[in-house]
């Protein structure tokens, strides 16, 4: 069984960076794309980014290309996303989702199919 579990959410102010992790177990993490979403209230969960299974390419929603960052330790089966200058429209569950069926770092929700509980980011102004 696939487990998503993510850590490092939390209260920040605006302008300030934080750091979530996933850590995969139940799977051979190389063989996993790895995405992150997010879902604020009232709203549809959203892509934020993903890395394809080498870790050599990514792919960002528009709103968060040069904030954050992805970065996958295949040894550790552990995915991170960096994210700096945070805004308060960041605010949202962060997601995260692993995805064997494209190799490719792709968008789309309906490819994810593991997905972690989700960890809280709030960015006050």
């Known amino acids: 069984q696939v487990q998503l579990v993510e850590s490092g959410g939390g209260l920040v102010q605006a302008g300030d960076s934080l750091t979530l992790s996933c850590t995969v177990s139940?799977?051979?993490?190389?063989?996993?794309?790895m995405g992150w979403f997010r879902q604020a209230p009232g709203k549809e969960r959203e892509f934020v980014g993903a890395?394809?299974?080498?870790?050599?390419?990514?792919h960002y929603e528009v709103s968060v290309k040069g904030r954050f960052t992805i970065l996958r330790d295949n040894a550790k089966s552990t995915v991170h996303l960096q994210m700096n200058s945070l805004k308060p429209e960041d605010t949202a569950i962060y997601y995260c989702?692993?995805?064997?069926?494209?190799?490719?770092?792709?968008?789309?929700?309906?490819?994810?199919?593991?997905w972690g509980q989700g960890t809280q980011v709030t960015v006050s102004s």
């Open positions: 139940g799977r051979t993490f190389f063989t996993l794309t």
């Open positions: 890395i394809d299974r080498s870790g050599e390419s990514t």
């Open positions: 989702a692993a995805n064997d069926i494209t190799p490719w770092a792709t968008s789309r929700r309906d490819n994810y199919n593991y």
